[in-house]
Nanobody, 118 residues
Framework: QVQLVESGGGLVQPGGSLRLSCAAS????????MGWYRQAPGKQRELVAQ???????NYADSVKGRFTISRDNAKNTVYLQMNSLKPEDTAVYYC????????????WGQGTQVTVSS
């Protein structure tokens, strides 16, 4: 079994910063990707940022230059540094983990709320 525990969400003013963390535990092997998705009210869940096992990164156009994804392999933890936050970044942010094996396994965190408002 795999568990993802997220932390770091909250309320921040426009232009502010937050850092999200997601720690994975359990039967962690064959990590393909770790990443962050978000879902705003009334909208579909969308990819925010992703980092592969080879440390390649991929960002949504809306966050390029403002958000940075990183990982600590020893801790099985992925981070999302969010700078210059905008009201449109308000959403529930979900951690995502994709594992290789006999079949691809996908896991999600419980979500953490990020609210950008003055």
């Amino acid at each position: 079994q795999v568990q993802l525990v997220e932390s770091g969400g909250g309320l921040v003013q426009p232009g502010g910063s937050l850092r999200l963390s997601c720690a994975a535990s359990g039967s962690i092997f064959g990590i393909l990707n770790m990443g962050w998705y978000r879902q705003a009210p009334g909208k579909q869940r969308e990819l925010v940022a992703q980092i592969t096992s080879g440390d390649s990164t991929n960002y949504a156009d809306s966050v390029k230059g403002r958000f940075t994804i990183s990982r600590d392999n020893a801790k099985n933890t992925v981070y999302l540094q969010m700078n210059s936050l905008k009201p449109e970044d308000t959403a529930v942010y979900y951690c995502n983990l994709v594992l290789a094996g006999l079949a691809i396994r996908v896991y999600w965190g419980q979500g953490t709320q990020v609210t950008v408002s003055s």
